[in-house]
């Protein structure tokens, strides 16, 4: 079966880094997709990685390794507004996405 | 109308009614979505179209049905509505279907009592 894994909570400082994981198995690998989701709103994009390596975009990162089936997404310089869920995403092969359940953050003053 | 939009908000349905949601994009974008989020769970897809006139099933398509006539509108149809059907439902909606990003729309909180 396809099975994406993030942590389901996180608690971390306003002003401190953070590192939310992701690892996957599924039928097919064309792409992963962090989203953000704030309560009661509609997921909104982050990032897209389609290679390994690190993907840059100011405060947010995201990494992917295809070989052990893994990505995380680093979010620096926390602030408040950052406590959302962060949901990961895999395009399998039939070029449908796969969701994991989201990783709720908290971030603390 | 900018993006996506959803009808309705929110709905409180009795069981074995029909109930049809409403989607609608201006984007132009080939493909589109219905997912649908419950807690503890990811989002899961119901059904899909790649283009106007096609359309798959997803997931968990069983007593769900779509239609695609045009671009922009994808409506999802709950035949005979169940308890198990309470859910937050969003559309979203894709330039194409490999490599692009899904935009969402705002959602609708059903409840089937």
């Known amino acids: 079966g396809q099975n994406i894994d993030q942590p389901t909570e996180m608690t971390a400082t306003e002003g401190a880094i953070v590192q939310i994981n992701c690892t996957y198995?599924?039928?097919?690998?064309?792409?992963?997709f962090w989203y953000q989701q704030h309560a009661g709103e509609a997921p909104t994009f982050l990032s897209?990685?389609?290679?390994?390596?690190?993907?840059?975009?100011?405060?947010?990162?995201s990494f992917l390794s295809r070989s052990k089936g893994y990505s995380y997404l680093l979010l620096k310089e926390l602030q408040m507004k950052d406590s959302a869920s962060y949901l990961c995403a895999v395009r399998d092969?039939?070029?449908q996405l796969i969701w994991g359940a989201g990783t709720k953050l908290i971030?603390?003053? | 109308i900018a993006g996506i939009t959803q009808a309705p908000t929110s709905q409180i349905l009795a069981a074995g009614r029909r109930m049809t949601l409403r989607c609608t994009q201006?984007?132009?974008?080939?493909?589109?979505?219905?997912y649908r989020q419950d807690l503890g769970l990811g989002l899961r897809l119901i059904h899909y179209s790649n283009t106007a006139g096609t359309t798959g099933k997803g997931e968990v398509p069983d007593g769900y049905s779509v239609s695609r006539a045009n671009t922009d509108d994808f409506p999802l149809t709950l035949a005979s509505?169940?308890?198990?059907q309470t859910s937050v439902y969003f559309c979203a909606s894709s330039p194409g279907t490999s490599g692009n990003e899904q935009f969402f729309g705002p959602g609708t909180r059903l409840t089937v009592l």
């Open chain 2, 26 to 34: 201006d984007m132009r974008h080939n493909a589109m979505y219905w």
């Open chain 1, 25 to 32: 198995q599924t039928s097919g690998f064309n792409g992963l």
């Open chain 1, 107 to 109: 971030i603390k003053p």
């Open chain 1, 93 to 95: 092969s039939n070029y």
């Open chain 2, 81 to 84: 509505a169940v308890p198990s």
């Open chain 1, 48 to 61: 897209y990685n389609v290679l390994d390596g690190l993907e840059e975009k100011g405060r947010f990162s």
